[in-house]
């Protein structure tokens, strides 16, 4: 049975790579995440959840081979029942590899982890062109955009493509690395997770 997977377009800052985490450390208990951000961040951000998650910067493997990043993803996942894979380096694919390498190196990606895994991509939004982030987020069941009300403000909009338990927008709020979710929204996580 296929898992759900989520997209999340944010804008620049710390709140898509907090509510990725914040997704993953509510569905399942081991995350692996290759991540574009500084690894420290990274860190910080997965501490601030306490979550069992497996960080892989953008220093710790080649970016412009794919196959180095196959193969790292699969020796981290091919042995585990349940896991979720946050990609937030899809940016940065994006801008070394053109589009359909980087379609197929996801369609691969999906194919090895439908049956044990959840899998969230990340991309910041006008960080690559918009037919990039049209079509790579096709791939993916849940498609969410990451706005924030007002500018340097903690509270965000979350925009759903598809309705939640009927509805398509939620508040989140960021506190410190933490997004804080509505309950509506952490339900419909913890659904999933028992799934």
């Known amino acids: 049975m296929n898992k759900p997977s989520f997209f999340i377009l944010s804008e620049h800052g710390v709140a898509g790579a907090s509510l990725a985490v914040n997704i993953a450390s509510k569905i399942s208990d081991y995350i692996v995440w290759i991540c574009g951000e500084n690894p420290l961040l990274a860190n910080r951000?997965?501490?601030?959840?306490?979550?069992?998650?497996?960080i892989f910067g953008n220093r710790s493997f080649n970016l412009a081979n794919l196959n180095e990043l196959n193969i790292l993803i699969t020796k981290y996942i091919e042995k585990k029942d349940r896991y979720t894979m946050i990609l937030s380096v899809l940016p940065e694919l994006a801008l070394l590899h053109n589009l359909d390498r980087v379609y197929l190196?996801?369609?691969?990606?999906?194919?090895?982890?439908?049956?044990?895994?959840?899998?969230?991509?990340?991309?910041?939004?006008?960080?690559q062109n918009i037919r990039d982030e049209i079509l790579i987020s096709r791939l993916f069941s849940d498609v969410f955009y990451l706005k924030s009300e007002l500018n340097n403000q903690p509270e965000f909009r979350l925009i759903s493509e598809a309705p939640i338990n009927n509805k398509h927008v939620f508040k989140l709020r960021l506190n410190g690395y933490v997004i804080e979710m509505e309950e509506g929204f952490v339900k419909?996580?913890?659904?999933i997770s028992q799934a």
């Open 45 to 54: 951000i997965s501490e601030a959840y306490g979550a069992n998650c497996v």
């Open 105 to 127: 190196f996801l369609l691969n990606l999906f194919k090895k982890i439908e049956n044990g895994g959840f899998l969230i991509g990340l991309m910041i939004k006008q960080a």
């Open 188 to 191: 419909y996580l913890k659904d």
